[in-house]
């Protein structure tokens, strides 16, 4: 990892990342992307002029905030601070939350085994939330894909949810650990995160590494056509949506999900600015593809290099900005005890 770095700005970056992409994306849930386009024609504009939109954030970014507390409660991955910190969720209360999330975790408040509670979904609720845990465990690799695949099946069995909590988390520690004043390989981005999910004896596993081959190999595709190939790549009948076939909305099964958060990720590296309004108008499950693909910018990019007047406009930014910063002391308590 690069030393010189300064990874107070990453962790906060990522974190605001999450909250940004979240609030951007959340007006535009459930439309198409050609409906958002013939709406907005400039988003930095259109955002700036109506700001009332974009209030609030939703519980994308409120089980990112719940993950940071769990690893700060237990400096690290600790289940039973991990059940705690979800339940406690329910009190908030949820913004806009997933069937699966919700249902597992109110199984949890009343004292389900997690074994028990846990939805057999596919979804990306813990591909959502996950990168707390990327940044958390930057220089322990191995430790990092066991804790992302751990805390994924607290809520979610499926297989599919697991191996995107991991390549997402993949994602989030090695990107954190880039300077974007020097860019990175991209052969060497990919190699990473499928690396994380391989040698699996898993089908979906399996599938999911043939998916992010294909998105590696769409980088300078245009952006309309990458989402309306991936956004409901992976799913499979009777969730597959025959309506939005051939158009861009992003399904919230998490490979597919996952999958075009990365792919407008790869396409617009030149400023975290064009790639969080790119990724809140991917259509579908726009907050979602936000706020992972916001995780990916804002660990990238850093807090440095996000505009004053995007943080500006976050419900609890002072929270989320105390919160990325416990949990980067944290960190660096546990990495100076190791």
């Not at 597992?104 to 979804?123: C, D, F, M, R, V």
């Amino acid at each position: 990892m690069n030393t010189t770095l300064d990874l107070l700005d990453k962790f906060s970056g990522t974190i605001l990342g999450v909250a940004i992409g979240d609030t951007l994306g959340q007006p535009f849930e459930g439309w198409l992307r050609e409906k958002i386009q013939s709406k907005v024609n400039n988003f930095q504009e259109f955002v700036m002029k109506n700001k009332k939109l974009f209030n609030s954030y939703t519980d994308d970014t409120q089980l990112t905030i719940h993950t940071a507390r769990a690893l700060i409660e237990g400096t690290g991955f600790n289940i039973d601070n991990f059940v705690k910190a979800y339940v406690n969720w329910l009190d908030d209360p949820p913004i806009g939350p997933g069937y699966g999330c919700l249902i597992s975790i109110k199984k949890l408040k009343y004292g389900i085994p997690w074994k028990e509670a846990a939805s057999n979904s596919g979804g990306n609720g813990t591909a959502m939330r996950i990168s707390p845990i990327g940044l958390f465990y930057i220089n322990e690799p191995e430790e990092l894909k066991k804790v992302a695949y751990q805390s994924s099946l607290i809520t979610h069995s499926h297989p599919a949810a697991a191996a995107s909590a991991i390549v997402v988390a993949c994602a989030i520690s090695y990107l954190a650990s880039k300077n974007p004043e020097e860019g990175f390989s991209i052969d060497e981005f990919f190699n990473t995160i499928i690396d994380s999910i391989a040698n699996s004896h898993e089908p979906i596993w399996n599938e999911f590494i043939s998916i992010l081959k294909k998105v590696k190999e769409n980088e300078g595709t245009p952006i309309n056509s990458g989402l309306i190939k991936f956004s409901q790549i992976g799913v499979k009948s009777p969730f597959f949506i025959e309506e939005y076939f051939g158009k861009a909305f992003v399904h919230p099964y998490a490979i597919s999900t996952v999958a075009c958060a990365i792919f407008i990720f790869i396409n617009k590296l030149n400023s975290f600015e064009d790639c969080i309004y790119e990724l809140a108008g991917a259509g579908g499950d726009s907050d979602t593809v936000g706020a992972i693909g916001g995780s990916l910018a804002g660990a990238y990019f850093g807090m440095k290099n996000i505009p004053i007047e995007l943080v500006d406009l976050l419900k609890n930014k002072k929270l989320i900005l105390n919160i990325s910063e416990e949990l980067y002391q944290k960190f660096k308590e546990r990495n100076h005890t190791r």
